[in-house]
Structures are given as C-alpha cells and as structure tokens.
C-alpha cells in the first residue's frame, strides 16, 4: 500500500467517524487539509501503539498459557508425589508393625532359647548320674552273676540246678523223707520249691524226662488245707486228675510228678523218701 492511498483509507476511516459523529466534513472544508496533515502524524502513532499493544498481548497470553501449563505440570506432579508419599507412609507403618512383631517373636525366642538351654543343663547333670548309676548297676550285675554262678558250681555240687525268672532251683541226687529234704534246703539258706505259675511249672517239669521230687507243699497242719512252706494258701493248682486223694489217709506231702507230656502233683506220704527240689530267691 502507497502512503497517498493509506492516507485517503486514514480520511476515509475519519470522515465515518465523524459522520458517525454528525459531522459533516463538506460544511468545513476550508479546515479539511490542516487537520488532515495532524491527523495522518496521530494515525501513524496509533498504529505503532497499537502493534506494540498486540504483540504485549500476545506475550502476556503466552506468558499466562505457559504460567498455566506450569502451574498444572506442577499440580499433577504435586498429587504425584503425595500419592507416592502416601503409600510410602503406608508401608513404613506396616514395616514398624512388622517390626514390632518380630522383635516380639525374638524376645519369646530368646526366652525360650534360654528355658531349653537350662533344661538341656539339668538333662546333662541328669544324664552324667544315671551314667554313673548305670555303670554302678552294671558292676553289681556282674558282682550278681558271680555270686550266682559260685552257688552253681560249689553250693550246690552234684545237683542239677536250673535258674527260672530271679530263682535258682536244684534237684537232689540223694532221697530223703519230705522233712528231711526240706531241712536240707533250709540248711542251705534255700526253701522247698514253691510254684506260682502254669510257666514256672512247665519249666521245672522240663529239666528231666521222667523224675518225682517233693514240693514245699503239705497239709500236714489241717487234714485238707493244702499250704506251701512260706504260709500262702494254694491258689493255683497242677494236681493230677484224681489228686489229692489222701490214699491210705495219711498223704499229707505234696510230689511233683514229670513224664512226658505230664508235669502234675500227687499227695504222698511223708515219710517216703525221694529226690526233692529246692528253690533260692536270688538277690536283684
Ligand atoms: C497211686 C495213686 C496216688 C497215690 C499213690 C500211692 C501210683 O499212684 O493212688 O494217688 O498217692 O498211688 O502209692
Ligand atoms: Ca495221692
């Protein structure tokens, strides 16, 4: 655009104003020029305002967009971290009860720790004294069957002897009346045999095939109430099937009878005279 044609458009844009106004620019004509040279000056100084005015505007909405976009960056990143912040808080609280809870384990623990290690102390005291006892044990044992075996060899020589459960039996080589034969086992600090148990019976029956032997057993006090040597009554019985049967009335003496497949007892006179067995409680 030439200047002569932008200040025509200046004087055209003035006179609208000034029609707009009520002014009629033909009516003052004679003033027209002089005013027109003043007014191209203002109009040139407007339009430079005006561009400076713009551009600051420009500036300052960039400003304000960029401020904007700053502020929110800044928010996103502010609930960002206070999110982070939270969980973090979180699991330093449940890390702290965690904790917490495990120094409480540690301490039962150790308590516990503690208890064992005196039980273990007591156990191995303990254990130190039942080792000893053992070993006193083990030498009265030895001390036992030393003794027991001297008894077999020289005490009660010539005899058979057998041991059942914690007695030592021998039969007799000699025959002697029931009297007799049950002083022989006294003198020998022993009893004619008694016998408890069907095992104990067997047992005894077994050691010869064929053999009679008196028993500690009489009713020689009462006629009819059968009695071993220590006193007891007589519970439990190997009478042969018909025994006792008092024959001639006077068998007040009790015998065992062993043959094969038979371990039974007869009543038999006393004052006969057969082998007989004695019985030695051996010391435990
Ligand atoms: C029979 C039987 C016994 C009795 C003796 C006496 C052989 O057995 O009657 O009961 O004691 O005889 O010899
Ligand atoms: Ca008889």
Not at 17 to 23: E, H, K, L, N, P
Not at 59 to 85: G, P, Q, R, S
Not at 224 to 239: A, C, N
Request: glycine share 4%.
């Amino acid at each position: 655009m030439k200047r002569g044609e932008r200040v025509e458009r200046v004087v055209d844009i003035y006179e609208s104003v000034d029609a707009f106004r009520g002014y009629n620019p033909h009516v003052q004509k004679e003033d027209t020029d002089t005013k027109r040279n003043v007014q191209t000056h203002h109009t040139e100084k407007g339009t430079a305002w005006s561009r400076c005015y713009r551009v600051t505007a420009v500036c300052v909405v960039l400003l304000c967009v960029l401020l904007l976009t700053a502020i929110t960056l800044l928010w996103i990143k502010y609930n960002n971290l206070k999110t982070e912040n939270n969980h973090l808080q979180n699991s330093y609280n449940n890390l702290t009860t965690e904790k917490k809870e495990l120094q409480t384990n540690y301490n039962n623990l150790t308590l516990e720790k503690k208890k064992l290690q005196t039980s273990y102390n007591n156990m191995t005291v303990e254990n130190d004294q039942l080792q000893a006892i053992n070993k006193n044990l083990t030498v009265e044992r030895d001390q036992f069957r030393k003794e027991r075996n001297g008894y077999l060899r020289t005490f009660w020589e010539k005899r058979k002897c057998f041991c059942f459960s914690a007695s030592l039996y021998c039969m007799s080589t000699e025959i002697k009346n029931w009297t007799e034969s049950r002083q022989d086992c006294r003198n020998k600090g022993s009893e004619l045999v008694i016998i408890n148990s069907k095992e104990e019976q067997e047992f005894i029956g077994k050691q010869q095939a064929n053999f009679k032997a008196w028993i500690g057993l009489s009713d020689r006090d009462t006629d009819g109430e059968w009695k071993w040597v220590d006193g007891t009554t007589l519970t439990t019985e190997f009478w042969n099937k018909g025994e006792p049967n008092d024959a001639g009335g006077d068998e007040d003496c009790a015998e065992f009878y062993s043959a094969p497949k038979v371990n039974v007892w007869n009543d038999y006179k006393c004052s006969l005279k057969q082998h007989w067995i004695c019985e030695k409680h051996l010391s435990q």
